[in-house]
């Protein structure tokens, strides 16, 4: 296949095939949880993908992009986007580094990287006959503060999503003190997740104080 390293041997395992869109926030703020993050994506993460996909077999590539006052991929090694398991390279400050952030394009990014990973479903599908399922992961500590502003563009691209294919996944990082507990819809992250479509189950929120291991709420 020209567009991608997708083996004929591995799409013919009949377990599908699995794209993992990683979206990080790389504003100013979560310089907080900068080191965090870059250790959540070293080889730990990918025993922890192979642990948890069990007996799975599903053939698994993985991308990413982070974004603050612009939009950049992640991992681009070479031309390739997404990466095997086993190819994917560690997140390291090069590629990952909030404390040269600035502002929050979290709405485009989300439209950005979903595009992305369907554009490369598609090829796949072209090519194999096998529509990719696509998980797109954001991870972020704050709010849309960029155009575009208005929140039903990505509340429509969610919803106009085919849910059997496809699944939005939220984690929130409060590196701000308070913001779980606030009554205001802005800053409040599961108004913000709800806002923008996501579904409630698939919200989750963690806090992040210095020196204290993240726990989920």
């Not at 296949?1 to 599908?16: A, L, N, R």
């Not at 698994?60 to 994917?88: C, E, M, P, Y």
């Not at 992305?116 to 503060?145: C, R, S, W």
């Not at 563009?153 to 701000?176: C, D, H, P, Q, W």
Request: hydrophobic share 40%; net charge negative; proline share 4%.
């Amino acid at each position: 296949f020209p567009s991608h390293d997708m083996q004929v041997e591995e799409v013919g395992m009949g377990g599908g095939v699995r794209l993992v869109m990683h979206i990080l926030d790389r504003s100013g703020s979560m310089a907080r949880a900068m080191n965090l993050v870059l250790k959540g994506f070293g080889g730990d993460y990918v025993q922890a993908i192979k642990d948890a996909r069990g007996d799975d077999i599903a053939a698994l590539r993985l991308a990413g992009i982070s974004f603050s006052d612009d939009v950049t991929t992640i991992w681009n090694k070479g031309g390739v986007t997404f990466h095997a398991l086993d190819q994917l390279p560690d997140l390291t400050k090069a590629e990952y580094d909030p404390s040269n952030g600035g502002n929050t394009a979290l709405h485009q990014a989300i439209i950005d990287g979903y595009n992305l990973a369907l554009k490369f479903a598609l090829k796949i599908f072209q090519d194999t006959g096998i529509m990719p399922e696509i998980d797109v992961i954001v991870l972020t500590d704050g709010y849309n503060n960029l155009a575009p502003y208005d929140k039903s563009i990505v509340r429509n691209l969610i919803a106009g999503s085919k849910k059997e294919l496809v699944r939005f996944i939220f984690f929130y990082f409060e590196t701000s003190p308070g913001a779980c507990q606030s009554a205001q819809r802005d800053i409040n992250p599961q108004m913000i997740a709800e806002d923008l479509g996501f579904d409630v189950e698939n919200v989750m929120l963690f806090d992040k104080k210095p020196g204290v291991i993240v726990t989920g709420k």
